[in-house]
T-cell receptor
């Protein structure tokens, strides 16, 4: 059974600080996505990474896919209150219908 | 482009009652998903459709949950009878089945179900 773990589970930081959240698995994924979910809304895709070792930047957010395609990290530079939300990673299995599993999420709170 | 539409947004029922949720995916998206998200957890896939066929319902509690997508467009998810542990947000998502893009899911706002 494929499982995704995320750490930390909760994170509260001051505005302007940097942070990193992690997504880990013992399974290899064909691709991995990061989503952000705000209260009362569905998750919204931030990025998809496909190649082992890949690094993608989205403004103040940097995403990295591990060389073995089993883990990923999300680094936020100079966090802002608007970054507050639940950050979910989701891995695709590469089967014929690309089964996707979600991690439990990291709940981030950025304090002004 | 219109997003994934879900209704109702909120539903409160008593245990042993029945409830149904509706989802209209993004136009042209062949793949439709229903997820259950319990407070503090990530979404758990209940069922995945490709057009009007089921490709994965391994985590759907089939004794009480059912879902259909009769014309390959909109879908309904039903719970009958509901239990207290069914209290959760039910999310619908859709995606394109083309290359890498098929892994990118677009979510609706969800239906928050409270079972009393």
């Amino acid at each position: 059974t494929q499982l995704l773990e995320q750490s930390p589970q909760f994170l509260s930081i001051q505005e302007g600080k940097n942070l990193t959240v992690y997504c880990n698995s013992s399974s290899v994924f064909s691709s991995l996505q990061w989503y952000r979910q705000e209260p009362g809304e569905g998750p919204v895709l931030l990025v998809t990474v496909v190649t082992g070792g890949e690094v993608k930047k989205l403004k103040r957010l940097t995403f990295q896919f591990g060389d073995a395609r089993k883990d990923s990290s999300l680094h936020i530079t100079a966090a802002q209150p608007g970054d507050t939300g639940l950050y979910l990673c989701a891995g695709a299995s590469g089967t014929s219908y690309d089964k996707v599993i979600f991690g439990p999420g990291t709940s981030l709170s950025v304090i002004p | 482009e219109a997003g994934v539409a879900q209704s109702p947004r909120y539903k409160i029922i008593e245990k042993r009652q029945s409830v149904a949720f509706w989802c209209n995916p993004i136009s042209g998206h062949a793949t439709l998903y229903w997820y259950q998200q319990i407070l503090g957890q990530g979404p758990k896939l209940l069922i995945q459709f490709q057009n009007n066929g089921v490709v994965d319902d391994s985590q759907l509690p089939k004794d009480r949950f059912s879902a259909e997508r009769l014309k390959g467009v909109d879908s309904t998810l039903k719970i009958q009878p509901a239990k207290l542990e069914d209290s959760a947000v039910y999310l619908c998502a859709s995606s394109l089945p083309l290359g890498v893009a098929k892994n990118i899911q677009y979510f609706g706002a969800g239906t928050r179900l409270s079972v009393l």
